[in-house]
T-cell receptor, first 114, second 112 residues
Framework: DAGVIQSPRHEVTEMGQEVTLRCKPI?????LFWYRQTMMRGLELLIY????????DSGMPEDRFSAKMPNASFSTLKIQPSEPRDSAVYFC????????????FGPGTRLTVL | EDQVTQSPEALRLQEGESSSLNCSYT??????LFWYRQDPGKGPEFLFT???AGEEKEKERLKATLTKKESFLHITAPKPEDSATYLC?????????????FGGGTRLMVKP
């Protein structure tokens, strides 16, 4: 079975540019999560979707960040404009959507903003 | 606010030297406690879920235990391939969904 798929795996961009990260959850999973991981702050939840609807976006750092889930098979996380402090590894995870269900993580996108 | 603290931050072991990793948590009501393993350059990989105090789960050289305030990940006779960062996370009963709060992780290095 294919796991969570993320693209690109690595992204290097310049400050001010728009960045779009992509995620395909595991087929049949109803919940999708976007996380950011840094050495300083560890793994932080950014936003959470259930049945394609954003449920909690309290972790989104600021208006420069936005996330969409147009269908059950695809989600994007966009940063516009990007800043050097956005450099991190961004993970997508999905679950069946049931309470206490395990979250399965993708391989991550390493973003570097110069 | 849910809080998870893991200790130590880093642990160096000789191959075969057993030890334990600690995860202390504060949560209004625990729905589940999760352990993940993360290798460099990869996403966290699920290991265990514990739901109630006194519960234990085992997988190869790993055993996870849970009390009302903390969880331990016991590693028996570790091998170099057990080297990784181990993450602990909690899910609270008052969560709208399956949101997890993660600890900072313990970086384990096992020398041959």
């Amino acid at each position: 079975d294919a796991g969570v798929i993320q693209s690109p795996r690595h992204e290097v961009t310049e400050m001010g540019q728009e960045v779009t990260l992509r995620c395909k959850p595991i087929s049949g999973h109803n919940s999708l999560f976007w996380y950011r991981q840094t050495m300083m702050r560890g793994l932080e939840l950014l936003i959470y979707f259930n049945n394609n609807v954003p449920i909690d976006d309290s972790g989104m750092p600021e208006d420069r960040f936005s996330a969409k889930m147009p269908n059950a098979s695809f989600s994007t996380l966009k940063i516009q404009p990007s800043e050097p402090r956005d450099s991190a590894v961004y993970f997508c995870a999905s679950t069946l959507g049931l309470n206490t269900d395990t979250q399965y993580f993708g391989p991550g996108t390493r973003l570097t903003v110069l | 606010e849910d809080q998870v603290t893991q200790s130590p931050e880093a642990l160096r072991l000789q191959e075969g030297e057993s030890s334990s990793l600690n995860c202390s948590y504060t949560v209004s009501g625990l729905r589940g406690l999760f352990w993940y393993r993360q290798d460099p350059g990869k996403g966290p990989e699920f290991l265990f879920t514990l739901y109630s105090a006194g519960e234990e789960k085992e997988k190869e050289r790993l055993k996870a235990t849970l009390t009302k305030k903390e969880s331990f990940l016991h590693i028996t006779a570790p091998k170099p391939e057990d080297s990784a960062t181990y993450l602990c996370a909690v899910q609270a009963v008052n969560n709208a969904g399956n949101m997890l709060t993660f600890g900072g992780g313990t970086r384990l290095m096992v020398k041959p």
